[in-house]
């Protein structure tokens, strides 16, 4: 624990203006990040007598070990500053809203030729319009069913419009009217693209002239005796009614606004969010977040402001949003909202009326939230807590492992040996902290060995940040064979790829300082996937690297055993024992983690061709070669001018590739083994799908198979 005294700033170091300032731990990790109109009287609040300091405050300021600032010119920027700060940073004292859900959205890919109506999820994309968010994808898929039969836009997948426009036949929805099949030229792209776009501004909340119009087209329609016309209508209106039903009028006045309510006690608050436009609920949503530092309501909302409207801009902030206190001060967040939009904003507390009644009801949503959450939360704490508890009395821990790391190796047959790390911090599982591995110090299978390597690899790591920050004196630390071995095997420094980025489970992982991804924070538990002779060979792998405070232990498959280092006989846990079943977790997502990456290596392996490795050659001019000449053994036979005719490929790039190929050897032949025919070179690779990626066909039954891939 840190005296904040230690690094307080001396007088008249801080200067009296806006700007954004960042607390750092003793691992140089940013723990918080916050905002002043005035840094030289904020800062000052964090360097008083600790006694007046609120107990989460106080924790804060003993944790960090320096305090360092940014001057900004306005308040704006320091507000634009320090959002960005937190989501690069993801400081551990800052509010966070966890969302306990991906929420679904109605999206229009209005980017492509022939927009497609579909649910989505994550992260948003370019060009794309979205409704929502709804609670239950099935409701969006409801309210599209029941608008299809007036707005026939595409909803088909890539795959299934390719497949039709290849047959010249439609899908079932465009047999039965509820596409408009541009698949096969039943429409043209301009009038697809009118009826995607008449699609968003019904979504939108421009009911009212559309539905008029129908119904002056209707009436016109009987009165020219156009009977069946006039019938389809009266249906379409009738459809359109209903999925407006289903979302009723809040605000008689056709208002575009998202109320923001907060439910909150002394540790957690809860945030409701409803999205109403053109008087109508078209989503809602809410986040949970812990209250580790003092703050009020309208800082929270604030922090809830960022976090809704942070990636949007445009229609995406609504006119004006409701919400239960404001920020102080209030201005440069107004200000901020409205430069996302491009128009005034109007950030203000409902009074009386119609929205005021809104609001209430969005406050009974948040407080239920917030007593749904805790109710939740003090069964899983709980749980976590007695399965920590468990798991260091039998293995004998000074105290309960409140970061566990996980370890697997997975290979098929010897190819493609590959390993994991998964860590689980408090009980619950950190994806954003995983790694993987590729075994690089020999060839084959030998998963004791694999495990030595990828132990001492990771640890080695732990080792080389440790000395970078400075956490011990000089002398201390790697020796200079131990930088040489450690800078050879790519896991020093930056680091490869594949040691430092979990590119399938988490977001790519930054070495900079302060970022709070990083192979420096050991844990104080290693767990792999095995017996005893995995775990003597992690433990083999500490001890050359001289680190005795982590504690190792192995998980059986066979017989659930836990074994220890230089133990002859295994510890046993009851089957009914939270511990174990914690264990049991954390080793299951190491080997799903583990088989993920190195099935993925392997599809990626026989999906390779002799272009891959022709330098400056990238996937766009691959394809567009492969395209041209229709096989990579076509390809080999064509000559330099030849190859110039493919559009984007210059004469030195075609002699790069002619070269490439010609040095290249090919493959021996694949033969059907039902038949005997030996097939022809295509493009080098089986044809896959995203979602089914191609598998090597392996000797044996199915179950045979299963056994050999681990």
């Given amino acids: 624990m840190a005296d904040p005294s230690s690094y307080r700033p001396r007088p008249g170091e801080i200067p009296d203006s806006p700007g954004v300032y960042r607390f750092r731990d003793e691992h140089r ?134 497949n039709a426009t290849r047959t010249g036949r439609p899908c079932l929805l465009g047999y039965i009217g509820k ?171 409902p009074q009386r009326g119609d929205k005021k009644a809104l609001m209430e009801t969005v406050q009974r949503n948040a407080q239920q939230a917030l007593v749904l959450h805790k109710t939740k939360r003090a069964s899983d704490l709980t749980t976590r807590s007695r399965a920590l508890e468990e798991i260091a009395e039998a293995l004998d821990l000074d105290s309960a492992p409140l970061r566990i790391e996980c370890y697997d190796i997975s290979h098929l047959q010897g190819d493609d040996v590959v ?74 420094g930056a680091g490869t790829a594949d040691d430092t980025a979990a590119l399938t489970d988490g977001p790519a992982l930054k070495d900079d300082d302060g970022r709070p991804k990083r192979f420096a924070y050991p844990p104080q538990l290693v767990v792999v996937d095995g ?22 232990c192995g998980l059986a498959k066979r017989l659930e055993e836990v074994w220890l280092p230089r133990e002859d006989d295994p510890v046993v846990l009851p089957r009914t024992s939270e511990g174990l079943y914690l264990l049991q977790r954390v080793r299951d997502e190491a080997h799903r983690f583990a088989i993920t990456y190195q099935r993925a290596k392997r599809a990626k392996r026989f999906r390779s061709s002799p272009l891959d490795d022709v330098p400056g050659l990238g996937e766009t001019r691959k394809q567009a070669l492969i395209k041209h000449f229709g096989s990579v053994k076509k390809l080999r036979s064509a000559t330099i001018d030849q190859i110039c005719e493919v559009p984007g490929i210059g004469r030195k790039t075609a002699e790069t590739v002619a070269v490439a190929l010609a040095r290249a050897t090919p493959a021996a032949p694949a033969v059907n083994t039902a038949t005997g025919e030996i097939m022809d070179e295509d493009d080098g690779a089986p044809e896959t799908t995203a979602d089914a990626p191609g598998e090597p066909v392996t000797a044996g039954t199915p179950d045979e198979r299963r056994g050999q891939e681990r």
């Fill in 531 to 552: 017996g005893q002779p995995q775990v003597a060979a992690a433990q083999r792998a500490l001890d050359e690297l001289g680190i005795d405070d982590i504690a190792v």
């Fill in 179 to 349: 596409c408009s099949a541009p698949c096969v030229g039943r429409i043209t792209p301009d009038d697809h693209w009118d009826l995607a776009d008449e699609f968003c501004d019904f979504m939108a909340g421009r009911t009212g002239t559309y539905l008029r119009r129908l119904e002056r087209q209707m009436a016109e329609a009987a009165e020219d005796m156009e009977y069946e016309r006039a019938a389809r209508l009266r249906d379409d209106i009738g459809a359109l009614k209903k999925a407006m039903e289903k979302s009723a009028v809040v605000l008689a006045d056709a208002t575009d606004a998202d109320l923001i309510a907060v439910a909150e006690d002394e540790l957690e608050a809860a945030v409701q969010i409803f999205h109403v436009r053109g008087g109508r609920v078209r989503g809602q949503r809410g986040w949970v977040t812990d209250k580790v530092e003092e703050i009020t309501t309208g800082a929270l909302v604030e922090h809830a402001l960022q976090q809704l409207y942070g990636e949007e801009s445009g229609d995406a902030v609504p006119k004006e949003v409701l919400v239960p206190a404001l920020p102080d001060p209030v201005e440069p967040v107004q200000q901020w909202l409205t430069e996302r939009r491009g128009s005034g904003v109007s950030l203000r507390i």
């Fill in 419 to 492: 390993a994991s790390m998964v860590v689980f911090e408090d009980g619950l599982a950190r994806k954003s902290e995983y790694r993987r591995f590729q075994i690089k110090g020999f060839e084959g299978q030998d998963d004791v060995r694999s495990m030595h390597e990828v132990i001492t690899r990771r640890f080695r790591r732990y080792l080389a940040e440790k000395e970078k920050t400075g956490e011990w004196a000089d002398g201390e630390g790697l020796t200079d064979g131990d930088r040489q071995t450690d800078g050879a095997d790519g896991a020093s």
């Fill in 29 to 162: 990790r940013v723990i918080y990040v916050g905002k002043a109109k005035s840094l030289r009287q904020r800062l000052a609040n964090y360097f008083q007598d600790l006694a007046n300091l609120h107990p989460r405050t106080r924790t804060m300021v003993t944790t960090a070990a320096s305090v360092e600032w940014t001057v900004v010119s306005t308040e704006v920027e320091a507000l634009q500053l320090e959002y960005s700060w937190i989501k690069e940073y993801d400081p551990r004292f800052n509010v966070k809203y966890r969302d306990d859900k991906s929420y679904p959205y109605l999206a229009v890919t209005m980017n492509e030729e022939f927009p497609r109506v579909q649910v989505m999820r994550g992260q948003k994309k370019k060009g794309v319009r979205y409704f929502g968010p709804y609670g239950h994808a099935w409701a969006i898929r409801d309210t599209v069913d029941l608008l299809l039969r007036v707005f026939p836009v595409r909803t088909c997948s890539a795959g299934v419009f390719k």
